[in-house]
């Protein structure tokens, strides 16, 4: 049975061997190799076949044409139909395009990415970019660092040395009215209108890193958006406040020899209990009045003007926005890191002080002890003890029986 299967194998092969040959087909010799042959050459030899090729090295054919990479978007349609990369490269570029939009409604309406910029403390990119690098990666770390380091030092200061002065408020005699009705009226309103605008610009600014993970996000946006209301309408009463204020008490800041050596000394706080003599206001509040108020708040007050746009023809466009925020939101925590000190010294740091703006009197001795100068310019008569509507002159003299001195 085993012969017969291979003799039948063997005849079939034959068969197949001589219908090859009958058709033209050159048997090949049975004992020589098949030539080698390459996978290129063999690719390029058959008919109809296809070479492959990398595709990094796949150029379209248009690129070949002089001056390519600097073709306008309508003559690469022209060449390559649907090939939009001259318009999206000028997009990027920041190259403002057409719109039928009139340029009073929407100055940027054909401008999609804005032009590249290097804000200071960003690298150079997209305006855009730039803006928000400056405001996460140095305003918000840098000032909350600043806030917190005045909150610590005075902290501190405060049980280390304690509040200054000596408790006057059992001493009787005379007073002297230290700040009139309408001093005190602009003080407190325009103190009023910076701790509304000073808390509502920290929720917003800072208030996602303390304040979300504890009342959740839902809460967090309605408070955010209604601070949001409350900074906006604030504003224009601490500009107005602000205007009075440095109307009203700019006369009593003006640097005398009195406050170089009252700076030499450090106002005396480094030192025992003993007072460094000045005028009406000392080197320190002159410093805190020009360098913590009436600079830094101009620029401020005018900044935040941009940002809610009230001033024709500034911030209609990203760019003023960018850099107005940029000016309004370092001069803000500026101005609050200072303010920090003033309120402190006006409330625990000094014995006296809140009083003496609460109620606008001081006596005799807390003058004396806090502002020598300045007592002795009462006493010698060149400036009046009491300063308001004479109506008022009875306040200042001494308090009737059984009742106590105010400071």
């Given at each position: 049975m085993?012969?017969f299967v291979?003799?039948?194998?063997?005849?079939?092969?034959?068969?197949?061997?001589?219908g090859?040959l009958?058709?033209?087909?050159?048997?090949?010799?049975?004992?020589a190799?098949a030539p080698?042959v390459?996978?290129d050459?063999?690719?390029?030899?058959?008919?109809?076949?296809i070479?492959s090729?990398?595709?990094?090295?796949?150029?379209p054919?248009?690129s070949?044409?002089?001056?390519?990479?600097?073709q306008?978007?309508?003559?690469?349609?022209?060449v390559?139909?649907?090939?939009?990369?001259?318009?999206?490269?000028?997009?990027?570029k920041g190259?403002t395009?057409?719109?039928s939009?009139?340029?009073?409604?929407?100055?940027?309406a054909?401008?999609?990415?804005?032009?590249?910029v290097?804000y200071?403390?960003?690298?150079?990119?997209?305006?855009?970019?730039a803006?928000?690098q400056?405001?996460?990666?140095?305003?918000?770390?840098y000032?909350?660092?600043?806030?917190?380091?005045v909150?610590?030092?005075?902290?501190?200061?405060?049980?280390?040395?304690?509040p200054?002065g000596?408790?006057?408020?059992q001493a009787?005699g005379?007073?002297?009215?230290?700040?009139?009705?309408?001093?005190?009226?602009?003080?407190?309103?325009?103190?009023?209108a910076?701790?509304?605008?000073?808390?509502?610009?920290?929720?917003m600014?800072?208030?996602?890193f303390?304040?979300?993970?504890?009342?959740?996000a839902?809460l967090?946006?309605?408070?955010t958006y209604?601070?949001?209301?409350?900074?906006?309408?604030?504003?224009?009463l601490?500009?107005?406040s602000?205007?009075?204020?440095v109307?009203?008490?700019?006369?009593?800041?003006?640097?005398?020899?009195a406050d170089?050596?009252?700076?030499?000394?450090?106002?005396?706080?480094?030192?025992?209990?003993h007072?460094?003599?000045?005028?009406r206001?000392?080197?320190?509040?002159?410093?805190?009045?020009?360098?913590g108020i009436?600079?830094?708040?101009?620029?401020?007050?005018?900044?935040?003007?941009?940002?809610?746009?009230?001033i024709p023809?500034?911030?209609d466009?990203?760019s003023?926005?960018?850099?107005?925020?940029?000016?309004?939101?370092?001069?803000?925590?500026?101005?609050?890191?200072?303010?920090?000190?003033?309120?402190?010294m006006?409330?625990?740091?000094?014995?006296?002080?809140y009083?003496?703006?609460?109620?606008?009197?001081?006596?005799?001795g807390?003058?004396?002890?806090?502002?020598?100068?300045?007592?002795?310019d009462?006493?010698?008569?060149?400036?009046?003890r009491?300063?308001?509507?004479?109506?008022?002159?009875?306040?200042?003299?001494?308090?009737?029986?059984?009742?106590p001195?105010?400071?």
């Amino acid at each position: 049975m085993k012969h017969f299967v291979w003799s039948l194998a063997v005849a079939t092969s034959v068969a197949w061997g001589a219908g090859a040959l009958a058709q033209g087909a050159a048997p090949a010799a049975a004992d020589a190799p098949a030539p080698m042959v390459a996978p290129d050459a063999q690719a390029s030899a058959a008919p109809g076949g296809i070479k492959s090729q990398n595709i990094f090295e796949v150029k379209p054919d248009a690129s070949s044409l002089a001056g390519y990479a600097g073709q306008t978007n309508g003559e690469r349609a022209k060449v390559q139909p649907g090939n939009n990369a001259p318009m999206w490269r000028d997009v990027g570029k920041g190259v403002t395009g057409y719109s039928s939009l009139p340029k009073t409604q929407a100055p940027e309406a054909g401008n999609l990415i804005q032009p590249f910029v290097q804000y200071p403390g960003s690298r150079y990119t997209n305006a855009g970019e730039a803006w928000r690098q400056v405001r996460n990666h140095w305003i918000i770390p840098y000032g909350a660092a600043l806030l917190a380091i005045v909150l610590l030092a005075l902290a501190i200061f405060y049980f280390v040395k304690g509040p200054m002065g000596h408790d006057h408020s059992q001493a009787g005699g005379r007073r002297i009215e230290r700040f009139t009705p309408f001093e005190r009226a602009a003080h407190w309103s325009n103190a009023l209108a910076f701790c509304a605008l000073a808390v509502s610009g920290i929720v917003m600014a800072f208030g996602k890193f303390f304040l979300l993970p504890v009342i959740g996000a839902a809460l967090f946006g309605w408070l955010t958006y209604a601070l949001k209301y409350v900074h906006n309408f604030m504003g224009p009463l601490f500009a107005v406040s602000l205007l009075v204020i440095v109307v009203t008490f700019v006369k009593d800041n003006i640097a005398n020899r009195a406050d170089f050596v009252w700076l030499t000394k450090a106002g005396g706080m480094l030192g025992g209990d003993h007072q460094v003599p000045s005028h009406r206001f000392n080197a320190g509040e002159k410093g805190l009045f020009w360098w913590g108020i009436t600079i830094p708040g101009i620029f401020v007050v005018v900044t935040g003007l941009v940002l809610n746009k009230l001033i024709p023809g500034l911030g209609d466009v990203r760019s003023d926005m960018q850099m107005a925020h940029m000016v309004h939101a370092t001069l803000a925590i500026w101005m609050m890191a200072l303010i920090c000190g003033h309120i402190y010294m006006g409330t625990v740091g000094m014995r006296g002080a809140y009083k003496a703006m609460k109620t606008g009197y001081v006596s005799d001795g807390w003058a004396q002890e806090h502002h020598q100068l300045w007592y002795d310019d009462v006493q010698a008569g060149k400036i009046p003890r009491q300063r308001s509507d004479e109506a008022q002159a009875g306040a200042a003299a001494a308090p009737s029986a059984g009742q106590p001195a105010q400071v």
